[in-house]
């Protein structure tokens, strides 16, 4: 995808750092790149933009990243699903998210939205929903066959989220 022809292009920053120079609070969304990072970073950048934006200090933002070996555990997570077969170098983090336990790593992608969803529409699951279905619709564009699986969220590619 050629990001130079999005309305909106997708900023890449050279340090996890550098996001706070090029926030402002307009009224269009703002994306940027982050790189590989690791999980704890992020989450503390993600909690400090969502007080900016519950402030409406900051405009929408969506995160990009890779994350290094990393397991979250939401508050609902039952520990006893982790595999002993995790790598040595993954990271174990609770988080104070629903879920269950959610696995990111090198090579997947992983988008963090802070919105303001008030803007959009009031319901959680159609946002998510609709989501989903962005992001299927941006990996056919990429020759990538992605689908939702029933009772499960996220979207997958075969039986890889």
């Known amino acids: 995808m050629d990001v130079s022809t999005l309305e909106t292009p997708i900023i890449f920053l050279d340090t996890l750092e550098?996001?706070?120079?090029?926030?402002?609070?307009?009224?269009y969304?703002?994306?940027f790149w982050l790189g590989r990072q690791p999980y704890q970073?992020?989450?503390?950048?993600?909690?400090?933009?969502?007080?900016?934006?519950?402030?409406?200090?900051?405009?929408?933002v969506v995160l990009f990243l890779e994350h290094d070996n990393v397991y979250t555990f939401g508050k609902n997570?039952?520990?006893?699903?982790?595999?002993?077969?995790?790598?040595?170098?993954?990271?174990?983090?609770?988080?104070?998210?629903?879920?269950?336990?959610?696995?990111?790593?090198p090579g997947q992608l992983v988008g963090y939205p802070i919105l303001d969803l008030h803007n959009y529409q009031l319901s959680v699951s159609w946002y998510m929903r609709n989501l989903e279905g962005v992001i299927i619709r941006t990996l056919k564009k990429m020759d990538l066959?992605?689908?939702?699986?029933?009772?499960?969220?996220?979207?997958?590619?075969?039986?890889?989220?």
């Not at 970073?41 to 929408?60: C, F, P, Y």
């Not at 979207?155 to 890889?160: H, L, M, Y």
């Open 41 to 60: 970073s992020v989450w503390k950048i993600q909690k400090e933009l969502h007080m900016k934006r519950v402030a409406n200090t900051i405009g929408d």
């Open 145 to 161: 066959e992605a689908s939702r699986k029933e009772n499960l969220p996220g979207v997958w590619i075969a039986d890889e989220k």
């Open 77 to 105: 997570a039952n520990t006893n699903l982790l595999l002993d077969s995790k790598p040595d170098d993954a990271e174990v983090v609770q988080i104070d998210r629903g879920g269950q336990v959610a696995y990111h790593g």
């Open 29 to 31: 969304i703002q994306y």
């Open 18 to 27: 550098s996001i706070w120079e090029h926030l402002d609070s307009s009224n």
